[in-house]
């Protein structure tokens, strides 16, 4: 007698474990991220924002906050500066 093999569906929707945080999705072009990238260096956003974080109370769930607060502050430093 041959044993029956369930296949799952490959489409169906997977769900996190319960008490697992969920990653929110932002949707960016690639044009966008063009943009910030290569006109910042991502290394001093990227201290910016975590400068940001710790003066925030270091509280986590505001990173994209923190960091385009960060770009925004940078891109207006270079462009007060001539660069």
Do not use: F
Request: hydrophobic share 30%; proline share 7%; no cysteine.
């Amino acid at each position: 007698m041959a044993k029956s093999t369930k296949t799952q569906s490959t489409t169906a929707p997977r769900t996190a474990r319960p008490g697992t945080p969920r990653t929110p999705r932002v949707n960016a072009t690639t044009s966008d991220v063009s943009t910030t990238s290569s006109s910042l260096p991502h290394g001093d956003i990227a201290m910016r924002a975590y400068e940001l974080y710790l003066a925030d109370g270091a509280m986590p769930g505001r990173e994209l906050d923190h960091w385009l607060k960060a770009e925004s502050e940078l891109r207006y430093r270079s462009a007060a500066n001539g660069n």
